[in-house]
């Protein structure tokens, strides 16, 4: 590290991110689309598109729509399939010096748990993150995320079988959080991240049709950041595992806001689709923002908020 430059390093579990800063899942491809835009190496990690144990074809068109300060989606978490991506995909993770996160989902527990034994015997995969998003179909379609128990099932599943970090990523579409939070860190997580998409809709006034295709989808973007900093601060209270803030983050300020409601790290999702450096230049930003204010380390300002 230079003389003047603070430490931006931060901790998931066993791994250590030289900064805060990681992609979010369903926003940067599977790393390398982005490889001509951003410095990668500059990243504290990539996490990748959700993959799942077979290839998804995802849901029919149109399946985005752009909101007032947000997007909507319901890609249907199309993906290459978990073979595909090792085969294909992985290999250029050798070519740059920043961790690779896998992102998993599953329709069942058993899912999940052969997704992360296959994950296990991959030594570019540095983490996993556990989308619990996904409907359960073994219990009719609700989705693991909602359900304490279902999500502790398969947190539990997926810590017996993956030795490196676990990180769940929690639905905001839950009535307390904090619930879901607790149960994931008895089940083993070593850090979550949240908040995942906020159901909505739109509709076309002139057609009177959804514009979606699929008819609801998941919002982000700047218009649900107050939301997931509320999340943000609640669940960092509740657990005493990091907690990784997601939501409507473009800039280095809501990075600081997002670090001193008690996030220990931070994802960019939706501004790296009209700012494809949005993530590094959050870098540049937070290491300016804490030389401005005399900070020696970003640890520092982790729950800083004064009350």
């Known amino acids: 590290m230079a003389i003047g430059q603070p430490d931006l390093t931060a901790r998931i579990g066993s791994l250590i991110l030289k900064n805060p800063v990681l992609t979010a899942s369903g ?12 410095n990668l190496d500059r990243l504290g990690a990539v996490v990748v598109k959700g993959i799942s144990l077979k290839a998804r074809s995802g849901n029919p068109m149109p399946r985005v729509v752009e909101t007032a300060c947000g997007m909507l989606n319901a890609i249907g978490l199309e993906n290459v399939g978990a073979e595909r991506f090792i085969t294909e995909k992985l290999p250029f993770f050798q070519k740059i010096r920043t961790p690779l996160v896998a992102n998993i989902l599953g ?61 769940v990523k929690l639905s905001p579409n839950v009535t307390d959080i904090t619930v879901i939070a607790r149960a994931v860190e008895a089940g083993g997580a070593d850090a979550v991240s949240l908040i995942n ?21 998941g919002l982000s973007g700047p218009a649900i950041k107050p939301v997931a900093l509320r999340m943000v601060w609640q669940v960092a209270r509740a657990v005493r595992i990091p907690v990784i803030g997601i939501g409507g983050i473009t800039t280095a300020a809501d990075a600081v806001e997002f670090l001193l409601a008690g996030a220990t790290a931070v994802q960019v999702g939706t501004a790296n689709f009209f700012s494809p450096r949005a993530s590094e230049e959050v870098v540049d930003g937070l290491a300016a923002y804490l030389r401005k204010q005399g900070l020696e380390s970003v640890g520092e300002l982790i729950g800083g908020l004064i009350l």
């Open 27 to 38: 926003t940067f491809g599977y790393g390398e689309e982005f490889a001509a835009l951003v």
């Open 107 to 167: 329709d069942s527990v058993a899912e999940y748990r052969t997704l992360a034994r296959r994950l296990e015997r991959e030594s570019l995969v540095a983490a996993l993150e556990v989308n619990i998003s996904c409907p359960n179909v073994k219990k009719g379609g609700v989705a693991f995320g909602i359900d304490p128990d279902t999500a502790r099932a398969v947190t539990e599943a997926v810590r017996k079988e993956f030795t490196r970090p676990v990180i």
């Open 197 to 217: 998409t906020l159901l909505g809709m739109a509709i076309d006034g002139e057609t009177r049709q959804p514009r979606l295709a699929n008819i609801v989808g």
